[in-house]
Nanobody, 126 residues
Framework: QVQLVESGGGLVQAGGSLRLSCAASKTGSIDSINGMGWFLQAPGKQRELVATISSSGSTNYADSVKGRFTISRDNAKNTVYLQMDSLKPEDTAVYLC??????????????????WGQGTQVTVSS
């Protein structure tokens, strides 16, 4: 199992900044955490990718946040961050972090599973 604890959401004016954090804790048979990232879910809409980061640091961003958001991670702490700058009202949503947990057996990758956090509300006022 992987437990995810998010923090850093809140209310901010347009043009402002927020920094989200998501700390992952491994238990049981999960041996390591691979990819991590953030999705958002606005009311009445489907969940959308915001940004992802691999264990080696490769990143991927939605076009809507490129140049404004920066994803990073601390592998020693199994924590992923999302620095959000130049926020817009349309960024308002619940932001959910995820982590890909890897299980090894006999020294080889055996299974993967995606775990989700509960989400943190980001509200950007105009």
């Amino acid at each position: 199992q992987v437990q995810l604890v998010e923090s850093g959401g809140g209310l901010v004016q347009a043009g402002g900044s927020l920094r989200l954090s998501c700390a992952a804790s491994k238990t049981g048979s999960i041996d390591s955490i691979n990819g991590m990232g953030w999705f958002l879910q606005a009311p009445g809409k489907q969940r959308e990718l915001v940004a992802t980061i691999s264990s080696s640091g490769s990143t991927n961003y939605a076009d809507s946040v490129k140049g404004r958001f920066t994803i990073s991670r601390d592998n020693a702490k199994n924590t992923v961050y999302l620095q959000m700058d130049s926020l817009k009202p349309e960024d308002t949503a619940v932001y959910l972090c995820y982590a890909e947990g890897l299980e090894y057996r006999s020294g080889r990758p055996y299974s993967t599973k995606i775990y989700w956090g509960q989400g943190t509300q980001v509200t950007v006022s105009s």
